[in-house]
């Protein structure tokens, strides 16, 4: 799984050595990184030495917005293949989106002594069942994060690329009972592999199994009495790194173990060239959404142009998938976690350019918010984050058609 789906060699110290095909696949490719641009907030990504029971051997990074009120939700973030936790935090979008929205970040990361090429080992059985390996490492993350910062535990959420994905799921039927939501991104179907050389066969082509094959795999690893979290699958259609496929068996894997039709509720158009379709419900209630992204190859959709994450290597810019994917778990605030000031409202003759915050625009009514982001209403030009703190000029050019005047009025 490339920085995910690819299996990842086993670790050198817990695993079967991996073979050099492997590690070369798992490689990434040089790419031109943009620098991110500044945030309102001051927060830092900062390592945690010390958090619980490691038996996976895993490193804990978070990211706490400052003045986060106690309550606020938290999503656990899993890196791909031969990535760190700082790529992520830096490129993925989710950096913008916790400081807009008010919630923190907890970072797992992989090291070589357990993964040649970094990778989760989401294929071996002792690294993701529960309590166990991985698995249980990620799981004390989530218990410290919770305490440290006075989170709240029924609102944690887990989110990953490629191998991270493929853990990201095994956590999601593990744990149900911590993670109320989880995002699936160029991943794998729950129990594909249990095994690295069973693991290729899981990327590409993919595995040919019925609807109630692969809700059992979630079955059998649910505990007892537990509800089945909200999920959403990230594929791009021209992945071949992990096959589109994957994320059709995803879809159809939770949709059949949590007792939905397998075929969507609602579809709808989105930016990028993405289509979402949702299962059991519309976007607000769905039990699973899948986010299909025409064209993308293997990596996490970011949009830059609207102040959603940065360009890098399997940072692909598309769609801002952690904007998405937070209005889909319902932490999307929007203003982040304090209330945004007051402004008096403008109602501009046609013909008339405003400078305003992106809050007082959207609460005027020249633009509109989706996740966490601001747009022009009428020509739907990207604004950044829907925030007191930024400033944009828009110019109505017709009644009620808004364009962004990018050089102010």
Request: a negative charge; glycine letters at 12%; aromatic letters at 8%.
């Amino acid at each position: 799984m490339h920085p995910q789906s690819s299996p990842p060699p086993s670790a050198p110290t817990r695993h079967l050595p991996p073979i050099a095909a492997l590690a070369a696949a798992f490689l990434l490719v040089a790419a031109t990184i943009i620098t991110l641009a500044p945030r309102a907030s001051a927060a830092t990504l900062d390592p945690v030495p010390s958090f619980g029971s490691d038996p996976g051997a895993l490193a804990m990074y978070e990211y706490v917005p400052d003045d986060l009120p106690a309550g606020a939700p938290a999503v656990v973030l899993l890196h791909g293949c031969a990535q760190d936790a700082t790529a992520y935090h830096q490129h993925s979008g989710w950096a913008e989106q916790a400081d807009a929205s008010g919630f923190a970040l907890v970072y797992a990361e992989q090291n070589s002594a357990n993964n040649a090429t970094s990778c989760f080992n989401w294929f071996e059985p002792g690294d993701v069942a529960r309590d166990s390996g991985e698995a249980r490492s990620i799981r004390s993350m989530v218990e410290h994060a919770v305490d440290a910062h006075a989170l709240d535990a029924d609102r944690v959420y887990v989110s990953g690329l490629s191998a991270g994905g493929a853990m990201a799921a095994e956590l999601l039927a593990a744990y149900p009972d911590v993670f109320a939501g989880g995002s699936i991104v160029a991943g794998v179907p729950v129990g594909c592999a249990t095994g690295m050389v069973d693991a290729f066969t899981c990327m590409n082509p993919g595995k040919d199994r019925t609807p109630e094959q692969w809700g059992d795999e979630i079955r059998a690893k649910l505990p007892d009495g537990a509800d089945l979290p909200r999920v959403a699958v990230w594929h791009g259609t021209s992945d071949t790194t992990v096959a589109p496929a994957n994320g059709d068996a995803s879809v159809v894997q939770w949709s059949n173990a949590g007792g939905v039709p397998t075929e969507p509720d609602t579809t709808e158009q989105l930016p990028g060239s993405t289509t979402a379709s949702y299962y059991g419900g519309g976007p607000d209630d769905a039990a699973v959404a899948h986010y299909s992204v025409s064209g993308m190859g293997h990596g996490t959709p970011v949009d830059p142009g609207s102040g959603c994450g940065t360009i890098g290597a399997y940072f692909l810019d598309s769609v801002c998938s952690s904007g998405y994917t937070a209005q889909f778990w319902g932490i999307d605030g929007g203003a982040g976690p304090t209330d945004p000031p007051t402004e008096e409202p403008t109602d501009p003759p046609s013909g008339e350019c405003v400078t305003a915050s992106n809050y007082a625009h959207v609460t005027d009514g020249r633009a509109v918010h989706r996740s966490g982001m601001a747009y022009a209403v009428g020509s739907d030009d990207p604004l950044g984050l829907w925030n007191p703190a930024v400033t944009t000029s828009l110019t109505e050019t017709s009644p009620g058609h808004w364009e962004h005047t990018v050089d102010g009025c």
